[in-house]
C-alpha cells in the first residue's frame, strides 16, 4: 500500500511493519463463526466478472474532478453522514476521490481517505492523509491497527468491488465495537468496471447485494436500507415537485445507502435528551 500525503496534509500515522494476519484468503473455515469472519460467498466466479479487465489503476490513473451523482444524492449523503458518524469520530473514507460528502461543520479526529487517484485525494480537503491500494489487485488489507476507525464510509463505489466478502471483512476489522460502516449508491456506474452482478441488476437486486455483503461477515448488525428516490422527500412525493421542475431544480439520481454497525447500535443521547435531564 502506498501512503501518500501531500504536502499540505498531515502525514498518517506509521502502518506496523508486519500488520496480523488473520483472512487473507477467502475461505470458508470452522473459524467462520468468529466476528470478523467471512460465513458464505455472495457472488459467483461469473457475477465478480468486470467486461473491461485491464487493471483498475490504469481507468483511474487521470483524475477526474467530477462529482459522479447529482445535487440532491449528495445532500442526502451529507445527512445521513450528519445523523450517523459523531463529531470527533475517526473517519476512513475507501474509494474516495477529491470530495468526500462530509458535513463542512461537523468537525472530526481525523479523516483519512482512499483511493486509486493520488491527485484526486490530495486535492480532497476534508482529508487529513490518505493511502492509495487497488482493492482488486494488492492484498485487500489495510494496514491500519484493528479497532481504528469509529466510520467508514464507501460512496457510488461499492459496484467496483470484485471480493466484496473481504472488504466487509476488512471493514469490520477497522471498525471500533459500534463503529458504523455506510455505502451509498445509485444507479450510475462505468458499466465496463463494475461487477455482473451489479451490472445485470436491478435497483432492488442491488440493494440486496448490498444487504448481503454485510450478512456474510459474521457480526455486522442487520443492515438497515436508507432510500430517497427523485420527487420524494423521506416522506413520499413531494406536493412541490412541480416547482422543481419549473425552476430546474430537480434530482434525478436516486439515493440508497446501506449501513451496518460492528457488534451493536450505539445509543446516542440527543439534544432532547439533554433539556429533559438538565429540566429535572
Ligand atoms: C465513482 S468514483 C467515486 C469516488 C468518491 N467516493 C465520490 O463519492 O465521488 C469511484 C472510485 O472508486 C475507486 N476505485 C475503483 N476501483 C477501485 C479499486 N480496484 N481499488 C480501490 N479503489 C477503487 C476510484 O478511486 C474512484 O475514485
Redesign the pocket.
Given at each position: 500500500m502506498l501512503t501518500t500525503n501531500h504536502p499540505t496534509l498531515k502525514p498518517c500515522p506509521t502502518p506496523p511493519s508486519h500488520p496480523p494476519k488473520t483472512h487473507t484468503t477467502l475461505t470458508i473455515s470452522s473459524s467462520s463463526a468468529l466476528p470478523g469472519h467471512v460465513k458464505r460467498l455472495v457472488l459467483s466466479p461469473e457475477g465478480r466478472a468486470k467486461l473491461n479487465v485491464l487493471p483498475?489503476r490504469d481507468f483511474?490513473s487521470f483524475p477526474r474532478f467530477v462529482?459522479?451523482v447529482d445535487d440532491g444524492f449528495i445532500s442526502a449523503l451529507t445527512g445521513l453522514y450528519r445523523d450517523r458518524v459523531s463529531p470527533g469520530s475517526e473517519v476512513l473514507?475507501i474509494?474516495?476521490?477529491w470530495?468526500s460528502?462530509l458535513p463542512e461543520e461537523v468537525k472530526y479526529k481525523r479523516v483519512v481517505g482512499?483511493?486509486?487517484?493520488a491527485a484526486?485525494l490530495a486535492r480532497n480537503r476534508r482529508l487529513d492523509c490518505f493511502v492509495v491500494?487497488?482493492?482488486?489487485?494488492d492484498d485487500q488489507r489495510f494496514e491500519f491497527e484493528s479497532c481504528s476507525f469509529d466510520a467508514v464510509l464507501c460512496?457510488?463505489?461499492v459496484q467496483?468491488l470484485q471480493c466484496p466478502e473481504k472488504i466487509f471483512a476488512e471493514v469490520f476489522r477497522l471498525l471500533k465495537p459500534g463503529g458504523v460502516f455506510i455505502v451509498s449508491f445509485s444507479n450510475r456506474m462505468?458499466y465496463e468496471?463494475a461487477v455482473a452482478a451489479w451490472r445485470d441488476g436491478t435497483a432492488y437486486s442491488r440493494v440486496q447485494l448490498v444487504v448481503q455483503y454485510f450478512q456474510c461477515v459474521e457480526g455486522f448488525t442487520q443492515p438497515e436500507v436508507v432510500r430517497e428516490l427523485p420527487g420524494e422527500g423521506n416522506g413520499g412525493p413531494s406536493p412541490f415537485g412541480w416547482i422543481a421542475r419549473m425552476i430546474g431544480a430537480t434530482r434525478s439520481d436516486p439515493f440508497y445507502a446501506v449501513v451496518a454497525y460492528r457488534n451493536f447500535k450505539p445509543v446516542h443521547e440527543t439534544e432532547g435528551d439533554r433539556i429533559k435531564s438538565n429540566a429535572s
Open positions: 483498475d483511474y462529482t459522479h473514507d474509494m474516495s476521490s470530495v460528502h482512499h483511493g486509486l487517484n484526486e491500494k487497488d482493492l482488486n489487485n460512496a457510488v463505489s467496483y462505468f468496471k
